[in-house]
């Protein structure tokens, strides 16, 4: 709801949200809170009707029925319901458009942000899910939250991709499962296949480490085929600049590309955090599409929260990764 929000209101920083539901204890609801630009009367009406619209197709999809709407003054309240029992409130206000905001459709650079690592905390990817932007996660396979952190992100609407495990240089923290030089055809094809279906809902893939595997020609031209037949994407988080997974990527016709602005936490301090970020922005005005990976340290998502409100004042519209692939 709040991705189907923010694509009708497209001022993410204006989108507020307590995500408390849970339906083994009543009395706990969503709370989403939406403040809409003040416009003529009719465009105002018009950006209100398709606002509901669109929170009412996510309802259908998870068959919520919303209460009849209450409106007083510049607010409008309803709730969503499974059967008997309130699952989301939801607030509807109007406000004075600030005079320094950029047409989202005048923003015509694009950013994607992809947090990876994701898999063993729940929590982490809950204060992920609160925020009301197109953001992409990785997830990595075979963690004791992959499975549900994926399907959670992929009913809220965030874009999931496989943060697939490749060998780096010395090897320091291998996954159990991970592409290796000298692999097979065979033996890639069926580890990828397991790996995808121990992550739901993935429309593409990105590498986990692998400094050793994406310079390693031969085994691209294996994974490629593979993630082609799959029909996903691919990202390569260049963890090396030998690499040559890209390039290969492009050759076997799959849609890709690759970070080409500096990660976001090497270090994972709230300030460092912001000043990548800025980068990453005027990367993507300079470039038209840039590509950002961080992690989901406490520092990187407190300052994604303050700094992507900025993003559409400073031209630059936030995609999902799979916008900005070609």
């Known amino acids: 709801m709040l991705r189907a929000a923010a694509g009708v209101v497209r001022e993410p920083g204006h989108i507020e949200s307590k995500l408390e539901f849970d339906g083994r204890r009543g009395g706990q609801v969503d709370h989403i809170r939406i403040a809409v630009s003040a416009e003529p009367p009719q465009s105002q009406k018009e950006t209100l009707a398709r606002l509901i619209r669109a929170l009412d197709r996510v309802a259908a999809a998870n068959a919520l029925t919303r209460e009849r709407s209450k409106e007083a003054d510049a607010t409008v309240n309803f709730e969503y319901r499974r059967g008997d029992v309130p699952t989301h409130l939801v607030e509807i206000t109007t406000r004075a458009s600030p005079s320094t905001s950029i047409p989202a459709e005048a923003a015509s650079a694009r950013l994607a942000i992809i947090l990876d690592d994701l898999g063993n905390d729940r ?73 995808l279906q121990a992550v739901p809902d993935v429309t593409g893939v990105n590498n986990h480490q692998g400094s050793q595997s994406t310079a390693d020609a031969a085994l691209m031209d294996e994974l490629m085929p593979v993630l082609r037949e799959h029909n996903l994407f691919y990202v390569d988080s260049r963890t090396t600049a030998a690499t040559v997974a890209y390039d290969t990527a492009q ?4 849609r890709s590309g690759f970070r080409n602005v500096p990660f976001l936490d090497d270090v994972a301090e709230v300030g460092a955090v912001r000043k990548q970020l800025q980068l990453a922005l005027r990367n993507a005005r300079k470039k038209g599409d840039a590509i950002a990976i961080g992690h989901p340290h406490p520092a990187t998502l407190q300052a994604l929260r303050d700094v992507l409100p900025e993003a559409n004042t400073q031209g630059v519209r936030l995609v999902f990764a799979s916008e900005v692939v070609h």
């Open 123 to 195: 929590g982490v990817a809950q204060a992920i899910f609160a925020m009301p932007y197109p953001l992409t996660i990785s997830v990595l396979p075979n963690h004791p939250h992959s499975v549900e952190i994926a399907q959670e992100a992929h009913r809220r609407g965030f874009q999931v991709m496989l943060h697939l495990p490749m060998e780096s240089i010395g090897n320091e923290r291998p996954e159990t499962h991970e592409l290796r030089p000298g692999m097979s055809a065979v033996d890639v094809n069926r580890l990828v296949g397991d790996l």
């Open 251 to 254: 050759r076997f016709g799959v």
